[in-house]
């Protein structure tokens, strides 16, 4: 029997086929080698971040219960602010008092519109205002309620800002705490009962 001539470019191309597989899969074996190490490099450099203690939470339940009564026992301002950026009215200890103080001014930068007047003015800022109607240089213990008539979303941007920037200023210069109260977060009063009317003569 004759044997079959192997052909050395044969051997050749074998050799260089297994080569090419052999090498692939010691590609893809360091490959994956890294990734394991990066993520578990990660896993140690990155620890879960403990909870707070339980005393941090008794602390903020202390602190809430305190500003609670605060809020329930101190005397109480509102400030009602129209749309268009007028502090139309205050309301203190059952006494209403029609204001009507512009908070904002035209200005002739056209990118910018109107801005706030308690940024330049002093007296015009929430508290600035409150303080000269109550007769009184500071308002040390009390609440000062800003209530918008439309949700922050709906107004200028340069008075919600500036109405911000008052709550901080109404502490600083008249120590006053000062909060805003969307009309979309207080509760709608309760209906009235309707009381049957007595029936028309009524005699047996």
């Known amino acids: 029997m004759r044997r079959r001539a192997v052909h050395a470019g044969s051997l050749t191309s074998l050799l260089d086929v297994l080569f090419i597989i ?3 899969s010691l590609v893809q074996s360091t490959a994956r080698g890294e990734e394991r190490r990066e993520s578990e490099s990660a896993a140690i450099a990155a620890p879960a971040m403990p909870g707070p203690p339980p005393t941090f939470a008794a602390l903020r339940q202390a602190a809430v219960a305190a500003a609670v009564q605060h809020v329930e026992t101190a005397p109480l301002v509102v400030v009602r ?3 268009d950026g007028t502090l139309a009215e205050l309301e203190w200890a059952g006494e209403r008092r029609a204001v009507g103080v512009p908070l904002l001014e035209r200005v002739v930068d056209r990118d910018v519109g109107v801005a706030y007047l308690g940024d330049r003015a002093p007296a015009l800022r929430v508290c600035g205002v409150v303080a000269r109607e109550l007769r009184s240089v500071e308002l040390a213990g009390y609440v000062v309620v800003i209530a918008p ?3 922050l ?11 911000r920037r008052d709550l901080t ?10 909060v805003i109260v969307e009309p979309q977060a207080i509760a709608p ?5 309707v009381v049957p009317a007595p029936p028309a003569g009524g005699g047996s």
């Open 169 to 178: 200023r109404c502490q600083t210069e008249q120590r006053a705490m000062a």
């Open 153 to 163: 979303v709906e107004l200028s941007v340069a008075l919600v800002a500036g109405l």
């Open 22 to 24: 052999v090498f692939a």
């Open 149 to 151: 008539a439309s949700a």
């Open 81 to 83: 602010v129209a749309a």
């Open 189 to 193: 009063a309760a209906p009235r009962p």
